[in-house]
């Protein structure tokens, strides 16, 4: 005989002793994802990026990119180019346009420091979001499993008292075969 599905309180109630109104957000979620039969994992990530804003999504890029050894390479190409270009090439024909000790690439340098530094800390703000959020799935997942591992004690628990009343009730009737009264 089959019985019918639980709802989320009555899990609460039955599984966490508590009631539906005293439970956290990612409580309530993964009571009612056992309640419908539906599966409570998801990918962190995946809910992090349909989250995220273009700003946000820009700001990852930009700190990919500006904390990588090919930028670090290519700047450092472009600045010694420019210093070369200033000093060795133009400077020798007096049209040197930043000429030692290049001011205007001093200017350059700070300028794209400055935007660039609080971009970095949003993509770091984010990823720290990121992370609250994995920690978050992974809380609902872990409560998921220990709920489902519950419950199957539960049911093992009820199988073997039925198992053991049927064992009783069918020693009392050899018993009863054995000495008639």
Known sequence: MASSPATAAELASQL???SGS???????????NIAAGNLTSRDAADVADAQATF????SDRVAAVGG??????AFSLVLLGWMLLNSEILGK???????FPYIFLNLLLSTVA?????????SQNRQA?????AARLDYETNLRAELDILRLHQKIDSLL?????ALGEKLDEIEREVRPD
């Open 16 to 18: 966490l002793e508590q």
């Open 22 to 32: 005293d439970l956290g957000i990612e409580e309530r979620r993964v009571l009612e």
């Open 55 to 58: 700003g946000e999504r820009l």
């Open 68 to 73: 990588s050894w090919g930028f670090i390479i």
């Open 93 to 99: 024909f007096g049209k040197a346009f930043d000429p």
């Open 114 to 122: 400055a935007i660039q530094a609080p971009v970095i800390m949003m």
């Open 129 to 133: 979001s990121k992370d609250r959020l």
């Open 161 to 165: 008292a039925g198992r053991i009343d």
